[in-house]
């Protein structure tokens, strides 16, 4: 069974750019959540994808917007980057919504300078 | 909206001894997720809880969710160096997704 995967790992971008990050999900699972991580932090909620459908989203400007394909796995996008868009950015798959269990990939580090 | 507080924030002990992390809800919690995670990587999930009083043990590790299911604790048993890192706490916002609210982590130490 493979495990989230996410790429790049690391990324460094400059300010005002544009950035596409993506998340491979777990065999099986249909739903993927991203997460951003600012240092020294816990991870906040993005948004949710199930399906292919937008399921949810957390407190982020319009800026931040994503995909999901029809192999379940995910991209996010991110537009005109500002420096404190600096974070680890997380995916996390799970069988469906609901009261899952949520597997995390190993991040992407984004650096904007 | 739910927040988590986490406690301590940080924690140094001895090689072999036990500890316990504190989770605080402001609201009920619908399910509760405990993750481990190494500095600037991925966080291991190590596990749910959902109804009131429900206990879990993984090894060494037991986290118990409270009656009124608003507050969470992970206790380590003779604590060794590869438990170091920061232990996550995260809650679901309510009863239909799955979506997390996490608490501010507690990085833990330990001492051979």
């Known amino acids: 069974e493979t495990g989230v995967t996410q790429s790049p790992t690391h990324l460094i971008k400059t300010r005002g750019q544009q950035v596409t990050l993506r998340c491979s999900s777990q065999s099986g699972h249909n739903t993927v959540s991203w997460y951003q991580q600012a240092l020294g932090q816990g991870p906040q909620f993005i948004f949710q994808y199930y399906r292919e459908e937008e399921n949810g989203r957390g407190n982020f400007p319009p800026r931040f917007s994503g995909l999901q394909f029809p192999n379940y796995s995910s991209e996010l996008n991110v537009n005109a980057l500002e420096l404190d868009d600096s974070a680890l950015y997380l995916c996390?798959?799970?069988?469906?919504?609901?009261?899952?269990?949520?597997?995390f990939g190993p991040g992407t580090r984004l650096t904007v300078t | 909206s739910q927040e988590l507080e986490q406690s301590p924030q940080s924690l140094i002990v001895q090689e072999g001894k036990n500890l316990t992390i504190n989770c605080t809800s402001s609201?009920?919690?619908?399910?509760l997720y405990w993750y481990k995670q190494k500095y600037g990587e991925g966080l291991i999930f190590l596990m749910m809880l959902q109804k009131g009083g429900e206990e879990k043990s993984h090894e060494k590790i037991t986290a118990k969710l409270d009656e009124k299911k608003q507050q969470s604790s992970l206790h380590i048993t003779a604590s060794q160096p590869s438990h170091a890192g920061i232990y996550l706490c995260g809650a679901r916002n309510n009863n239909a997704g799955n979506m997390l609210t996490f608490g501010g982590g507690t990085r833990l130490m330990v001492k051979p």
């Open positions: 996390a798959s799970s069988p469906s919504g609901g009261a899952y269990e949520q597997y």
């Open positions: 609201k009920t919690l619908y399910g």
